[in-house]
Protein backbone atom coordinates (compact mmCIF):
# COMPACT_ATOMS: atom_id res chain seq x y z
CA UNK A 1 0.00 0.00 0.00
CA UNK A 2 1.10 3.75 -1.09
CA UNK A 3 0.92 5.85 1.94
CA UNK A 4 0.13 9.35 0.23
CA UNK A 5 2.44 12.13 1.46
CA UNK A 6 0.52 15.60 2.67
CA UNK A 7 1.86 18.27 2.19
CA UNK A 8 3.07 20.35 5.33
CA UNK A 9 3.58 23.59 5.56
CA UNK A 10 4.94 26.03 8.36
CA UNK A 11 2.86 28.37 9.98
CA UNK A 12 4.52 32.08 10.13
CA UNK A 13 2.35 33.02 12.54
CA UNK A 14 3.12 30.30 14.97
CA UNK A 15 6.25 28.20 13.40
CA UNK A 16 4.31 24.85 13.93
CA UNK A 17 4.08 22.67 10.73
CA UNK A 18 0.73 21.92 9.66
CA UNK A 19 -1.10 20.29 6.48
CA UNK A 20 -1.35 22.72 3.98
CA UNK A 21 -5.12 22.26 4.06
CA UNK A 22 -5.09 23.54 7.17
CA UNK A 23 -3.34 26.62 6.61
CA UNK A 24 -4.64 29.78 4.36
CA UNK A 25 -1.81 31.11 1.79
CA UNK A 26 -1.09 34.90 1.62
CA UNK A 27 1.16 35.72 -1.65
CA UNK A 28 2.92 38.14 -3.12
CA UNK A 29 2.37 39.05 -6.24
CA UNK A 30 4.10 40.09 -9.29
CA UNK A 31 2.74 43.03 -8.85
CA UNK A 32 4.06 43.02 -5.60
CA UNK A 33 0.73 43.17 -4.29
CA UNK A 34 0.19 41.06 -1.13
CA UNK A 35 -3.17 39.20 -0.71
CA UNK A 36 -4.87 36.23 1.01
CA UNK A 37 -4.96 33.79 -1.52
CA UNK A 38 -8.03 31.58 -0.11
CA UNK A 39 -7.83 29.07 -2.87
CA UNK A 40 -4.14 28.66 -3.36
CA UNK A 41 -4.23 28.48 -6.57
CA UNK A 42 -2.87 32.51 -7.11
CA UNK A 43 0.98 32.85 -8.59
CA UNK A 44 3.30 34.10 -6.53
CA UNK A 45 5.53 33.87 -3.36
CA UNK A 46 3.50 32.01 -0.39
CA UNK A 47 3.61 31.76 3.03
CA UNK A 48 1.29 30.38 5.22
CA UNK A 49 -0.62 31.61 8.48
CA UNK A 50 -3.25 29.04 11.16
CA UNK A 51 -6.88 30.26 10.41
CA UNK A 52 -6.42 31.73 13.83
CA UNK A 53 -6.30 35.16 14.84
CA UNK A 54 -3.42 34.39 17.91
CA UNK A 55 -1.26 33.48 14.83
CA UNK A 56 -2.18 36.27 13.04
CA UNK A 57 -1.13 38.81 15.55
CA UNK A 58 2.14 37.20 15.91
CA UNK A 59 3.06 37.04 12.14
CA UNK A 60 2.36 41.00 12.48
CA UNK A 61 3.62 41.37 15.57
CA UNK A 62 7.41 39.58 14.34
CA UNK A 63 6.83 41.17 11.04
CA UNK A 64 7.06 37.65 9.64
CA UNK A 65 5.26 38.61 6.31
CA UNK A 66 8.24 41.46 5.74
CA UNK A 67 10.51 38.60 6.41
CA UNK A 68 9.02 36.08 4.88
CA UNK A 69 8.46 38.39 0.80
CA UNK A 70 11.52 40.21 1.93
CA UNK A 71 9.66 43.61 1.68
CA UNK A 72 7.71 46.13 3.56
CA UNK A 73 4.57 45.72 4.38
CA UNK A 74 2.17 48.22 5.67
CA UNK A 75 0.48 47.93 8.66
CA UNK A 76 -2.79 49.07 5.95
CA UNK A 77 -2.15 45.81 4.37
CA UNK A 78 -2.14 44.03 7.78
CA UNK A 79 -5.66 44.92 8.19
CA UNK A 80 -6.68 44.01 5.01
CA UNK A 81 -5.42 40.53 5.67
CA UNK A 82 -6.83 40.55 8.85
CA UNK A 83 -10.23 41.10 7.88
CA UNK A 84 -9.99 38.82 4.93
CA UNK A 85 -8.84 35.72 7.04
CA UNK A 86 -11.94 37.16 9.38
CA UNK A 87 -14.12 36.40 6.54
CA UNK A 88 -12.70 33.18 5.86
CA UNK A 89 -12.95 32.06 9.69
CA UNK A 90 -16.84 32.70 9.33
CA UNK A 91 -16.96 30.99 6.36
CA UNK A 92 -15.54 28.32 7.95
CA UNK A 93 -17.73 28.41 11.21
CA UNK A 94 -20.67 29.02 8.48
CA UNK A 95 -19.80 25.07 7.09
CA UNK A 96 -20.01 23.51 10.17
CA UNK A 97 -22.32 20.91 10.51
ZN1 LIG B 1 0.00 29.07 13.48
Redesign the pocket.
Known sequence: MKVKKIPMRM?V??G?MKEKRDLVRVIKTPDDEILLDPTGKKSGRGAY??R?ME?FENAQKGRKLERAFSCKVDAAVYEELKNELQREMAKLADNMP
Open positions: CGCELCSC
